[in-house]
């Protein structure tokens, strides 16, 4: 039974008698999953989780306890138990008073009816099934076709020290689809999509569309030939492309990365970091998009961020802790994977804005380069921005037009580097509208990326044949 204000002002209470401040995250989630393999659907099932965590701030340090038990007794000892993590002697407890009545989080994610949001197994079954189909019938090389479709809704109350008690309903659907083509090689494909919607979000985002969007680039993959190696320019893809954008630069943002002065980006807000057509924002306020945050996971609302604006570094991306000890606020980036865990600064919807330049023109400009279309992975040391990522598709650029297929390509390079050396950006900004999760620290989160067509003056590319 999901406590209620009393209750938690009283393990509130109980919680900072050793800290400073205290809070409370109370989260119900139900989870439904579909899995179709060769056809036929070898995995369906529904998980529920449900508990509270508890955190205690003192300075820079934190206590934190979760119990799955919501008896006023388990959760009164799981707050002593956060305290005495914590562990501040001088801290003397005053009593908590919350609102009667939560705040209820305004709703950015369409349907909010729990009920409606869980369609019948039919209805997933069939989405499998039609996406298995469209898959084969585009191309006779499609040899393996894999699908999933998960189904969420999550409840969340927060209560603070500060008074903060609110509540809020998160839904997340996701479709995703993945290939194997038999060409001159044997291609693989993935694509998926989904928002913090109901499954009549599928309605117009169909599984058919997912499915030969997945068919055509393992088909795509399958007659690439070797990744030239070396210097070269690069244009990077729309919407897609953003994911360059949140790993190179967007970690280095994060609040505690820069209040631990890890992050090449520490102690330069106002400092020229990138080239001047270069401007990234982060968002928690788009309306169904994977990391919108109506409020955040410490009950802060999701707001728009300016991080570096016409090349400029403007802010930071903060959380409760990080940002008090920073002498700022929280800017609605506290999030975690779920009640178990404390809140860390994490990013939300990051994307880039149009820029002047069309695609033709971009493309067009290039003699000799990569076109990445998308990527299927990579890393960066946040300390000094090296990245390396690999493209899950990409083209050359020959004398201005896209030719033959690549495989096996990575760029490699240093974020801050690759921000001074785009030289054009495209008017076509999007977001990708894929199936992005961020991990950090061990916990994972939906986020959402974007950016319009964008042409770096030279990239160090990874390949298996001279350039």
């Known amino acids: 039974m999901q406590p209620d204000a009393a209750t938690f002002e009283r393990v509130l209470t109980r919680a900072l008698g050793a800290g400073t401040y205290a809070d409370a995250f109370y989260e119900r989630r139900v989870t439904r999953t579909f899995r179709l393999q060769e056809g036929r659907v070898h995995e369906a099932g529904i ?13 820079d340090r934190a206590g934190y306890a979760y119990s799955d038990d919501l008896s006023e007794s ?20 005053n009593a908590i008073a919350l609102p009667h009545d939560p705040m ?23 989405m499998l099934g039609r996406a298995d189909v469209a898959a084969r019938a585009l191309d006779p090389r499609i040899r393996t076709v894999n699908a999933f479709f998960t189904d969420e809704v999550q409840d969340v109350v927060i209560a603070t020290s500060e008074g903060r008690y609110v509540v809020d309903r998160r839904p997340l659907v996701t479709f995703g689809v993945q290939c194997t083509a038999q060409g001159t090689e044997r291609g693989t494909g993935f694509y998926g999509d989904g928002r913090r919607s109901s499954i009549d979000f599928f ?67 106002g400092e020229r970091v990138a080239n001047e057509l270069v401007t990234i924002y982060d968002d928690g306020n788009l309306p169904g998009e994977r990391g919108t945050v109506t409020v955040d996971d410490e009950g802060n609302p999701g707001e728009h961020k300016v991080l570096v604006e016409r090349g400029v570094l403007r802010s930071y991306m903060h959380d409760h802790q990080n940002a008090h000890l920073m002498g700022g606020r929280s800017t609605g980036n506290g999030r975690r994977q779920s009640f178990r865990v404390m809140p860390q600064p994490r990013m939300c919807n990051t994307y880039m804005p ?5 695609y033709d023109e971009i493309v067009g400009s290039v003699k000799r380069g990569i076109f990445a279309t998308s990527f299927a992975g990579g890393q960066v040391e946040i300390s000094k921005g090296d990245f390396v990522f690999m493209l899950a598709e990409g083209y050359l650029i020959e004398d201005g037009k896209l030719t033959a297929p690549i495989r096996g390509a990575s760029l490699i390079g240093n974020g801050p580097d690759v921000m001074n050396r785009v030289i054009a950006v495209g008017n076509d900004g999007r977001l990708a509208g894929r199936y992005y999760t961020c991990g950090k620290g061990g916990q994972y989160v939906p986020v959402g990326v974007g950016m319009p067509t964008v042409k770096i003056s030279s990239v160090t590319v990874g390949g298996s044949s001279l350039g």
């Open 47 to 59: 998980g529920i989780s449900c508990g509270v965590g508890i955190r205690v701030l003192v300075g």
């Open 74 to 93: 388990a959760l009164l000892e799981t707050a002593r138990i956060a305290a005495l993590i914590a562990n501040d002697p001088s801290a003397r407890a």
């Open 354 to 358: 149009d820029g002047e330049s069309t």
């Open 203 to 269: 309605l117009e985002c169909t599984p058919e569309s997912i499915a030969r969007e997945a068919a055509r680039i393992a088909c795509v993959n399958a007659e690439a030939i070797a990744t030239p190696a070396g210097e070269m320019e690069v244009v990077v893809g729309a919407g897609s492309g953003g994911v360059l954008l949140h790993e190179a630069v967007g970690h280095g943002l994060e609040g505690d990365f820069n209040r631990q002065g890890t992050s090449l980006y520490s102690g330069r807000i």
């Open 104 to 126: 209820r989080a305004p709703s950015l994610y369409g349907e909010s009816d729990a009920h409606a949001l869980v369609a019948r197994s039919a209805t997933y079954v069939d």
